[in-house]
């Protein structure tokens, strides 16, 4: 895009174009920049690179153009049609890692410190409630584990504790996808000035813009929907403080070493120009799995915010686009049962992670959250016999056609 003043209209067109800029030798795609540092012309020039606030071609670590139109990209998506305060369209800045565990990993060591305490909920991600658990806690810093489904209790929580600095939302959250309402959620911690960020990756920001409520973070495990095609680990953070994103934030990323790499970035940037075609496809995909599978003698339970027997249909429905392309279900075998649906499937993908174009299919207690105790893991509703499924683009037939000689004689 050559006019720098057309501003795309429709999602797609933003996941498109947003971010880019051309490039001075007119390759259409930005290249893949894989250098280390970058040329300055004259000592003046150097200086002022280092000296301005956004710190543009000094040295890969600190930023490179390959990871600036992702960066832009998403920040554009995340924003989409969202205003600030003054009623102007929302501006955000993100920050580009090297995985979801980094992006975390700079959001929480930048905003907290010894002393205070982070409020989180139950059944997150297995790697994040790690890192809260063993790292941050190592640090001084204190998770604390709630249901924030109870908004009075929740209240209490940061009425009674001014050590609660932060609130930590991850919704739609493995692999029960419990959702917890946002608006309310922003709504308490703003009043009593605490700060919120929040966990996209299961919905992406084609269904969901945290943004719109007020918090004020945003991070993504890009290995996921964003990328799309699962060629590259990769994270980002992403703040409305503008300031503070270029400066402690930058820093932090930057004295971490969570960099992302340039071949990892493009492989993002051309995953995300599709996101809205394959979410649509996701979502569309999952419904049919969901009522497919609900119906089926063989299984006993089915976990899908699209279904009004899951106990935050509501909320899913208030909040995010379509109920998304994430679910879990029970066998009635149980275990056993469990294990030779897993060992029957012939195309859908034995494997963990999700948000890729095959149909994944995991066992949450022996993989995703083998790291956390069976008695947490029953606390967030991983049962042992529970499989999780990220459904993927194929066409429906052929994955209700794989499912269904999968349960044949279970
Ligand atoms: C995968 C994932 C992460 C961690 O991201 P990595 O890219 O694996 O480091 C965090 N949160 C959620 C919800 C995830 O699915």
């Not at 001014?162 to 600095?165: F, G, L, N, T």
């Given at each position: 895009m050559s006019n720098k003043n057309f501003t795309c209209s429709g999602w797609s067109s933003t996941a498109i174009h947003g971010g880019h800029e051309p490039d001075p030798n007119s390759s259409h795609i930005t290249p893949i920049y894989a250098t280390s540092t970058f040329v300055f012309d004259t000592a003046e020039e150097g200086m002022e690179r280092f000296a301005s606030l956004d710190k543009e071609k000094v040295y890969s670590r600190w930023g490179n153009p390959t990871f600036k139109e992702c960066e832009q990209k998403i920040a554009a998506l995340e924003a989409f049609g969202l205003t600030d305060e003054a009623g102007q369209p929302l501006q955000l800045k993100a920050l580009l890692h090297a995985s979801g565990q980094a992006a975390m990993a700079t959001l929480f060591f930048s905003t907290l410190q010894a002393g205070d305490k982070i409020l989180s909920h139950h059944s997150l991600y297995g790697g994040t409630f790690e890192l809260l658990n063993k790292v941050l806690a190592n640090s001084g810093i204190q998770p604390i584990i709630e249901d924030l489904h109870d908004l009075n209790k929740t209240e209490e929580w940061l009425r009674n504790d001014?050590?609660?600095?932060m609130i930590h939302i991850e919704t739609p959250a493995n692999p029960t996808i419990q959702c917890v309402d946002l608006e309310a959620l922003t709504a308490l911690a703003r009043q009593y000035g605490k700060l919120v960020s929040v966990d996209n990756t299961f919905a992406t920001p084609y269904l969901q813009q945290p943004f719109r409520y007020g918090v004020d973070f945003v991070f993504h495990s890009t290995t996921k929907f964003l990328n799309g095609h699962g060629t590259a680990i990769g994270g980002v953070l992403l703040g409305r403080d503008i300031h503070f994103m270029k400066t402690k934030a930058w820093k932090w990323h930057a004295l971490l070493g969570g960099n992302a790499n340039p071949f990892d970035a493009y492989l993002l940037t051309q995953g995300i120009k599709t996101l809205e075609l394959r979410m649509e496809r996701h979502c569309h995909n999952a419904m049919e799995v969901a009522h497919f599978l609900d119906q089926h003698p063989a299984i006993a339970k089915v976990n899908y915010t699209g279904l009004p027997s899951h106990p935050d249909y509501y909320i899913s429905a208030k909040q995010m686009r379509h109920p998304g392309p994430m679910m879990s279900f029970e066998l009635q075998g149980g275990l056993d049962a469990g294990k030779q649906f897993i060992n029957n499937l012939q195309m859908c993908t034995r494997a963990v992670s999700l948000g890729t174009v095959d149909t994944l299919v995991s066992h949450p207690a022996s993989m995703s959250h083998a790291g956390v105790s069976r008695e947490d893991r029953l606390l967030f509703g991983i049962t042992d016999g529970l499989i999780r499924m990220s459904v993927g683009i194929e066409n429906i037939e052929d994955i209700l056609n794989d499912l269904s000689q999968a349960l044949t004689d279970l």
């Open positions: 001014p050590a609660i600095k």
